[in-house]
């Protein structure tokens, strides 16, 4: 006897009833209710894992992100070490009395030295200059006084374009020389002992004019003179004409 009809003659035997619906299939062996049916495999179904796909809009995203939070931490911490000074918003001599509209308060980081430069929260509205200060200089410290050892004295001169060097602005250092009147109207005497003269060094122009040369008048500049020579200055404009050089 095989081993299929062995299997069958046990089932017979007990007179069991068996629903084939519910018989499980084993591998390898035969279903002993159907024999014309052929093995059976169980399968079990593949796992499906899920692939991981870049997406370079998303990752784009992201970095956008976290450079905006990174650029506001540096933002806000910049912010909280900025100090407030003072800046020359044009170029002041020596001598110069600081005005509302020379000055400008402007927002710096000098982490290391802040207080070598005036505080903005201090006013220095009439405080003299002492030092050549430049447009957009920090003003320092030591650049202005509330004193000025010197007396200055503002003194209006006309002279023609051609007598001022280019460069010349209000805050410019400069030297007056004079020559003498007749040498310019080309009555030149060999003779005379009157030569061309240094009638100041080293002053500041406090303001210029070039609005009335456009008309074919002459600049205006008002220089700051040491009042103990005031007198001779202005005596010389009735013996002298006026060069200006620049000093660099």
Known sequence: MNEKQAFSTIFASSNMTVDNSSMPMWEGYPSPMNE?????????????????HFNPRMALGVFLIATSFISAYVISETNNRMTIVWSAVTDLAPGEIIEASDVIKSRVLLPNNASYYLDGSTSII?????RPLGASELIPAYGVSTEFRTQLRRIPIALPRSRIPTGVKSGSQIDIYGLPKNQFEGNIDTKSDRKSQTLLTNVSVDAIDFEASKMGGEIGITILVPEETVPRFISSMTEFDFIVVKRI
Not at 40 to 46: A, C, E, L, N, R
Not at 126 to 130: A, C, R
């Open 36 to 52: 014309n049916k052929r093995e059976m495999k169980v399968t079990m179904p593949k796992k499906s894992f899920a692939k991981f």
């Open 126 to 130: 009439g405080n003299y200059v002492v």
